[in-house]
């Protein structure tokens, strides 16, 4: 069966779409590896809150190279946008230990429905047994911004559970975030934050800050944005 099987689907639908086993896991590892000395010669630390690296269109080739993943973006863009189109690639980042909240990566909404740009998420390392990897909320990309994080409070959210190898689309719309606390230190960060109580809030960003250090579970990411050239 094809890989993007669904796809167009699922992405008009959810928002999101995930090929399992996209990419070999050896090759992903020493990309890792590649990342994280380059951090390391830097002398660039991974705190909390993480560190980003901006990479630019050829850059995002580069990765692609080094993934030799031509064919299944050829194929991906072939069933999101049909034969003979022309996709270019508009940049992205590496994050290094980035516990993002809930955000969506664009605001504005797009006219033409059938030319949405997509973004990928490529986490290099298993995220099935920690809350480090990707959580969305389905179908939130046809919400107005305020709505969908409103409508969190009533909605499901989702953990994507991926491994390593495994490749994300997602609609820029979609809210989403990297890592997400337990049920428990979220509402008493949300507590903290509500009443805006300095010390309680510094003193639960550090609690927090502990938790994740104490995980020691390092994570890299990378995201890629892909549009229609005009
Ligand atoms: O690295 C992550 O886990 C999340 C990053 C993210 O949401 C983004 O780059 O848009
Ligand atoms: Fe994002």
Redesign the pocket.
Known sequence: MKRVYGLKESMKKNGFFIIENAFSKEKLLKIKEKLESHLELEGIERRWG?V?CGLSPVENEKYLDLLESSNLFDEINRELYGADKKVISLG??T?YN???SW?T?EYKEYKDIEALPY?V?I?MQDHQENR???WVVPNSHKSFFMKARLSLLFKKDLYTKSKLGDLILFDLRLL????KPSIYYYFSYLFSFLIQHKKLNRAYRFFLKNKYRRQKKD???L?MTFALAQ
């Open positions: 993480g980003s992205g980042f994050h980035i516990p993002s955000h990566d973004r998420a986490y480090q990897g990707l989403h975030r990297g890592w994570k890299t990411s995201f």
